[in-house]
């Protein structure tokens, strides 16, 4: 099973150079699984993306309400964060190699804690994940 990180999940809801290439990749999988930080997160960035004028408030609502009816349908499974998950990240962290934020860390801890492939496009996050041996994959446009 996959677990979609941030920057997948905001490129399927909002109109993204690779929007096109995650539709396909998370129609083609089962049970796509996100945690509740990356439910906060895309949702920060919904705001953020309001807030630079790239969609409007009526835009990021129905990109919401949109999100909330698939959580209600079980399109997206959610993980909620952990006391594990916690501690894996900060024993992540206190390697202090690869060099990690901390939410980043926490998104590489739920994947790892879960046996999940993390899907990103972030290419640092990727090459973070194959330094720890957490399986990973990487979406490019």
Excluded: W
Aim: glycine share 4%; charged share 25%; hydrophobic share 45%.
């Amino acid at each position: 099973m996959y677990y979609i990180d941030t920057s997948v999940l905001v490129a399927y809801y909002c109109p993204e150079p690779m929007s096109e290439t995650v539709e396909r990749f998370l129609k083609g999988i089962e049970g796509p699984t996100i945690s509740s930080l990356t439910e906060v997160e895309l949702v920060s960035a919904i705001a953020r993306k309001i807030r630079e004028k790239e969609l409007s408030v009526g835009d990021g609502n129905r990109i919401i309400n949109q999100y909330l009816l698939h959580r209600k349908d079980a399109i997206l499974l959610l993980i909620a964060i952990t006391d594990a998950h916690f501690q894996a990240a900060f024993k992540m962290l206190s390697r202090f190699s690869p060099p990690l934020k901390t939410l980043d860390a926490l998104h590489l801890s739920v994947a790892m804690v879960n046996d999940l492939v993390i899907v990103t496009a972030d290419r640092r996050l990727k090459n973070a994940a194959k330094h720890l041996g957490i399986k990973s994959r990487l979406i490019r446009k």
